[in-house]
């Protein structure tokens, strides 16, 4: 009895999925080159077995194009060094390069001058960017801002198609 129930514990062992280590679905897209049909229908269990307990613990999750453009876009305008726990997500377009976001345009919900004549500019996104130059620029009815990404890493911002100023992201 003891001997049974040591190999049922030693099956149940092998077969559990091991979640420390590193599943993708490379381990289930692997599966497509095993010609046997018996092999592959066992490659792809285990593989899909691994991939639903990671991800059932919490250790993997599937994330969509649009979900990882709205991380890129709500994250425009911060360093990744000043968000060191955001990871870099980038998608590859039909088989392309990855493509990093550049600009974004989005509508105005307030702009207020600063006892300095600098704007602060507060987005529909709820993103807050405020002048970092000297140019004289109009604060009043402004609807829409372009952000653009500058040289050595600097933004700047148009506000209804007006002169263009440097800006720094602060909330």
């Known amino acids: 009895m003891n001997r049974f129930l040591s190999a049922i514990a030693a099956i149940c062992l092998v077969s559990m999925p091991a979640l420390a280590e590193d599943v993708s679905t490379d381990d289930v897209y692997a599966c497509v080159g095993i010609s046997t ?6 490659c792809y ?5 691994r991939l639903k307990a990671a991800e059932d ?8 194009r649009s979900e990882v453009e709205k991380v890129n ?6 360093s990744i060094r000043s968000l060191p726990s955001l990871p870099s997500l980038a998608l ?6 990855d493509k990093e976001l550049d600009e974004i345009t989005t509508g105005v919900t307030s702009v207020r001058m600063d006892s300095a004549g600098r704007l602060r500019v507060t987005l529909d996104n709820g993103q807050v960017w405020v ?9 009043s009815n402004q609807t829409e801002a372009r952000i653009y990404s500058a040289a050595l890493g600097s933004y700047k911002m148009k506000l ?3 002169l263009a100023f440097r800006v720094r992201r602060e909330q």
Do not use: H, P, Y
């Open 37 to 42: 049909d018996a092999e592959r229908l066992a």
């Open 45 to 49: 269990d285990a593989a899909v077995g």
């Open 57 to 64: 613990a919490g250790e993997v999750t599937t994330i969509t």
């Open 73 to 78: 876009r709500d994250s425009f305008g911060f």
């Open 92 to 97: 590859k377009k039909n088989g392309g390069s």
């Open 131 to 139: 002048q970092i130059d000297d140019k004289s620029t109009r604060a």
């Open 160 to 162: 209804d198609g007006g």
